[in-house]
């Protein structure tokens, strides 16, 4: 399993620094290992199936500057499934023949609350300024002091300590207000 994710997240990183040909390889490899997921929640439903894979590819495609390089690619990615089939449950009031985390874990997918929490967080400072998500990312998810972010962004502290500020009260304001980003 380490080999495919080494493989699928070489691809990403390829495709993110402008390798059109990693790029397009990912998608079909991704578009494989995708129909092999949904193939058995969709109950023989092709339809749904290709359905599911070619959004779920879109959202890669989309959201692909959103992944964080230094964490794996495969729970990226299943995170970004998973939100898809929900969708398409939801839409279509299908229900699955088994738990959904037992297809999880039979694909190897990291079912962990943390993952979700992070792919959650990620979409929700997907609309921040990068500055104000940098600054949180450091300061409040790696536990950074505000003199180690400022020294990594290269803002002034004060600058860090701002972005910080604003950008939490942007988030929060979304939060209460219900504006929560859902994956694409």
Not at 4 to 22: C, S, Y
């Amino acid at each position: 399993m380490r080999a495919i994710e080494d493989h699928l997240k070489g691809l990403m990183l390829r495709g993110l620094d402008g390798d059109e040909v990693a790029h397009r390889q990912l998608l079909i490899e991704l578009a494989a290992i995708l129909r092999g997921y949904f193939g058995r929640t969709a109950r023989n439903a092709r339809a749904d199936v290709e359905d599911l894979v070619q959004e779920t590819l879109i959202a890669v495609h989309t959201r692909r500057e959103s992944y964080d390089t230094t964490q794996p690619f495969t729970p990226w990615l299943f995170a970004m499934a998973r939100y898809k089939r929900i969708d398409h449950f939801r839409r279509s009031r299908l229900r699955t023949a088994g738990p959904l985390s037992d297809l999880d874990r039979r694909y190897g997918v990291d079912d962990s609350p943390a993952v979700e929490a992070a792919f959650d967080i990620e979409h929700l400072m997907a609309d921040l300024p990068a500055r104000e998500r940098e600054a949180i990312r450091y300061v409040k998810l790696e536990g950074l002091s505000v003199a180690e972010a400022s020294m990594r962004s290269g803002l002034s502290e004060a600058y860090v300590k701002v972005s910080v500020h604003r950008g939490l009260r942007k988030l929060m304001a979304k939060v209460r207000k219900g504006e929560i980003p859902r994956a694409d």
